[in-house]
Structure formats: C-alpha cells, structure tokens
C-alpha cells in the first residue's frame, strides 16, 4: 500500500532564505508526483508535476526532483517570501488515485 | 478560464437531509474525482471515474453517490448526510494517466 510522508510538517524560516521540503513515498510504481500548495481554508494549487520519467522540474523560485528508485521528492524554493506562506503537498498518482502527504506547514516571517 | 467549479462553497444542513454538491469541468476531461480532508486524515479519495458512465469507488465510499451523465459534470451525493461526513470537498479533474490534476476550490460542509 502506498504511503507518502512529508518532512518537516512545519517550518519556519526568515524571508529571503532558501529551503527544501521533503516527500517520500513506500512504492515506486507512481505515473508521476505532483506538489499543491495549499492556504489556510483554501483549495489546492498545482505548483509542479513531475512525470515519471522526468528527473525533475522548474517554475520560477519553485524546482522540484524526482528519485523513483529512491522513492523520493523535493521541492525547492529559492529566495522565500512571506506570501509563500502556506501548507505544501505531494502527492503521487498511483493509477486514478492521488495519495497525498500530510504536508509541510511553512511560515514566512518577514 | 480553464477550472474545476463547485457549489456551494459553504453549505450548513441537518443530519439525512439529501444534499448535492455538484462539480463542473471545462477542459474536456476524462478524469474526475472526489476527495475530502480532515484534520489528521488529510486528503482521502471518495470516488472516481474514467469517464462518462464509468465510476468506481475508492478509499472512503461510504454514504457517498455519484454519477457521470456529462463529461463536465460530476456531482456527490449524500442520501442521507451525518455528522461524521462533515469535512471539507474536492472535485478535480485530469485529461488521464500521466497528467496532473486540477482541483475546485472546495465545499465545506457541515453536518449538524
């Protein structure tokens, strides 16, 4: 059965600081991983996806990586804002379903 | 806009009180799905389908409905809602496997 772990589950960091988030998953099969970010009470926006046989992917501050064989994830982001204040996801695609993590809550102080 | 729609955003009823929320995609996607998240369980898949007229269930079915007349639509319902179903609803849709998903912007629902 698949599971996806996310760590830390919240961080706190100064603006301007760059920071990693890390998500793992038990079962390699996945057709790709996705991360969401997610503001208090508010639905979920897709920031990248990566496909399987992707390595990994860039938006603006935002890269994301991929390790199959590893089973694991991160999610890059340069230079922190406070408005990047929010809970971040991952999640894997297992064959129409999502499985998601628990998420990383990430503060931004100005 | 390309985006998945729900309604309501906020909907307060009574225990077995048959409610619909509804689901609306405008991308012409063959997948759409149902999530719900709580605290501590996060997000859990309810149902899914493939495409029109195919649906299957998925982790936490119970007490949930669906149906997929339209392409676009996708509504859940709830025969009769109880208070353990109180919790916060997603739609989301994808053109299929391999493809990421996009997701409404969510319904809370509270059953009292």
């Known amino acids: 059965k698949q599971e996806v772990t996310q760590i830390p589950a919240a961080l706190s960091v100064p603006e301007g600081e760059n920071l990693v988030l890390n998500c793992s998953f038990t079962?390699?099969?996945?057709?790709?991983l996705q991360w969401f970010r997610q503001d208090p009470g508010k639905g979920l926006t897709s920031l990248l996806l990566?496909?399987?046989?992707?390595r990994e992917q860039t938006s603006g501050r935002l890269n994301a990586s991929l390790d199959k064989s590893s089973g694991r994830s991160t999610l890059y982001i340069a230079a922190s804002q406070p408005g990047d204040s929010a809970t971040y996801l991952c999640?894997?695609?297992?064959?129409?379903?999502?499985?998601f993590g628990s998420g990383t809550r990430l503060l931004v102080r100005p | 806009e390309a985006q998945v729609t729900q309604n309501p955003r906020y909907l307060i009823t009574v225990t077995g009180k048959k409610l619909t929320v509804t689901c609306s995609q405008n991308?012409?996607?063959?997948?759409m799905s149902w999530y719900r998240q709580d605290p501590g369980l996060g997000l859990r898949q309810i149902y899914y389908?493939?495409?029109?007229?195919?649906?299957d269930k998925g982790d936490v079915p119970e007490g949930y409905k669906v149906s997929r007349k339209e392409k676009r639509n996708f509504p859940l319902i709830l025969e009769s809602p109880s208070p353990n179903q109180t919790s916060l609803y997603f739609c989301?849709?994808?053109?299929?496997?391999?493809?990421?998903?996009?997701f409404g912007s969510g319904t809370r629902l509270t059953v009292v």
């Open positions: 989301a849709s994808s053109p299929g496997m391999t493809y990421g998903y996009t």
């Open positions: 079962d390699s099969a996945i057709y790709n």
């Open positions: 990566i496909q399987s046989s992707q």
């Open positions: 999640a894997v695609d297992s064959s129409y379903k999502l499985i």
């Open positions: 991308m012409n996607h063959e997948y």
């Open positions: 389908s493939m495409n029109v007229e195919v649906t």
